[in-house]
């Protein structure tokens, strides 16, 4: 697997997940930390025409660095769940296809420490290339959990205790409303499209977000890092929705 920026490839390196550098000659002072760091884990740097970069990310923009890199270790649905550090947070993509979307979403699970993020295998972004410049290298620390039925994981997110919130513009409960200091999942889906109907249905609860202007909806990514801080923000104050 393919990644490339300064920051992901700084993070898989911390990570223990690279398999090999390369650096565009001649190396960018920013780059000289990846070469750095790189030389002292023993993982070898390969000195490469910027044109050779170019082609391999197709046009990604790279800032001079890329990395091969092991793939990533599969998690169960379960294993989020349980390996959570107090009440479960995770996130659930359904049908999020655009990888700079992806990228921003996993850059907020980890800032707010959540446990995982659960996406389908087919009709989803991969964590390579541009989701994981987007990311800012936090594709090499959050925990995923690739299923085959978005709404059978939503079910096994149930049967575990957690209870699931589906984001939907039509929803006529806010999200800050729900109480996140349980454990919880929330729910998103493709832009434009939303939530398919099936996954819709298997949530405990939908939660909108509020727009007083214009435009009828958020970004994907942005209704999640919105969301997602207002879970953090009950967790840490105590700050637990009105009833």
């Given at each position: 697997?393919?990644?490339?920026?300064?920051?992901?490839?700084?993070?898989?390196?911390?990570?223990?997940?690279?398999?090999?550098?390369?650096?565009?000659?001649?190396?960018?002072?920013?780059?000289?930390?990846?070469?750095?760091?790189?030389?002292?884990?023993?993982?070898?740097?390969?000195?490469?025409?910027?044109?050779?970069?170019?082609?391999?990310?197709?046009?990604?923009?790279?800032?001079?660095?890329?990395?091969?890199?092991?793939?990533?270790?599969?998690?169960?649905?379960?294993?989020?769940?349980?390996?959570?550090?107090?009440?479960?947070?995770?996130?659930?993509?359904?049908?999020?296809?655009?990888?700079?979307?992806?990228?921003?979403?996993?850059?907020?699970?980890?800032?707010?420490?959540?446990?995982?993020?659960?996406?389908?295998?087919?009709?989803?972004?991969?964590?390579?290339?541009?989701?994981?410049?987007?990311?800012?290298?936090?594709?090499?620390?959050?925990?995923v959990a690739n299923v085959v039925n978005i709404a059978r994981a939503i079910g096994e997110l149930k049967d575990a205790g957690v209870w699931t919130?589906?984001?939907?513009?039509?929803?006529?409960?806010?999200?800050?409303?729900?109480?996140?200091?349980?454990?919880?999942?929330?729910?998103?889906?493709?832009?434009?499209?939303?939530?398919?109907?099936?996954?819709?249905?298997?949530?405990?609860?939908?939660?909108?977000?509020?727009?007083r202007g214009h435009v009828a909806s958020l970004n994907v990514s942005v209704a999640a890092a919105v969301v997602l801080f207002e879970a953090l923000r009950?967790?840490?104050?105590?700050?637990?929705?009105?009833?």
């Amino acid at each position: 697997m393919l990644i490339y920026g300064v920051n992901p490839v700084l993070e898989s390196l911390r990570a223990g997940r690279v398999r090999v550098v390369r650096v565009a000659t001649p190396v960018r002072e920013r780059v000289r930390e990846v070469r750095d760091l790189a030389s002292s884990l023993g993982v070898p740097v390969e000195p490469v025409p910027a044109l050779e970069l170019d082609r391999a990310t197709r046009g990604g923009v790279h800032q001079g660095v890329a990395a091969e890199v092991h793939e990533a270790r599969e998690f169960s649905v379960g294993e989020l769940v349980a390996g959570a550090a107090g009440a479960p947070l995770i996130v659930v993509l359904d049908g999020i296809e655009d990888p700079h979307n992806l990228g921003a979403i996993l850059r907020t699970v980890d800032a707010v420490g959540a446990g995982g993020l659960v996406r389908q295998t087919r009709h989803a972004a991969r964590l390579d290339g541009a989701a994981a410049k987007a990311s800012a290298g936090a594709v090499a620390h959050v925990k995923v959990a690739n299923v085959v039925n978005i709404a059978r994981a939503i079910g096994e997110l149930k049967d575990a205790g957690v209870w699931t919130v589906g984001l939907d513009a039509d929803a006529p409960e806010s999200y800050d409303q729900i109480d996140f200091t349980v454990p919880s999942a929330v729910v998103l889906g493709a832009e434009g499209q939303g939530l398919r109907r099936l996954v819709r249905e298997s949530c405990d609860r939908l939660a909108s977000i509020p727009m007083r202007g214009h435009v009828a909806s958020l970004n994907v990514s942005v209704a999640a890092a919105v969301v997602l801080f207002e879970a953090l923000r009950q967790r840490t104050s105590g700050g637990r929705p009105p009833r």
